[in-house]
């Protein structure tokens, strides 16, 4: 099977991607940082009051602030595993099928883990 294909990317193209995906990382520890200051069930200061309309806002807020959270760390995730697969060879090859992933896909989407053929049929079985 191809899953175990290795495919050389130019270093000149590699570095300013690794680049890239390390400002990227950065930046997204700081907003999750920042996404906990500002939950109330996190930081403690949660109203007194126990008027509905209070706790309807610190559930909102909470709830907004879990949720953003939740999409960070989905792209620290993803960030990291594009990273590893930087550093084995593996970056732009499926990981579905082992096919080489279309670069203009990874232009777009640098941690795409899955060429167009291989997404569509995920999405479709969600």
Do not use: W
Request: with cysteine.
């Amino acid at each position: 099977m191809e899953k175990d294909k290795k495919i050389s990317f130019p270093p000149q193209f590699l570095k300013p991607l690794v680049s890239y995906l390390k400002g990227e990382q950065k930046k997204l520890k700081v907003s999750k940082s920042e996404l906990k200051k500002v939950d109330p069930f996190i930081i403690g200061n949660r109203d007194d009051d126990n008027s509905v309309d209070s706790d309807v806002a610190e559930n909102v807020e909470h709830d907004r602030a879990y949720a953003m959270r939740l999409q960070v760390a989905r792209s620290l995730v993803a960030i990291r595993k594009t990273l590893t697969r930087i550093k084995l060879g593996k970056y732009g090859i499926c990981v579905t099928c082992g096919k080489m992933i279309d670069t203009d896909r990874l232009a777009v989407t640098p941690t795409a883990e899955n060429c167009m053929e291989c997404a569509r049929k995920a999405e479709q079985n969600q």
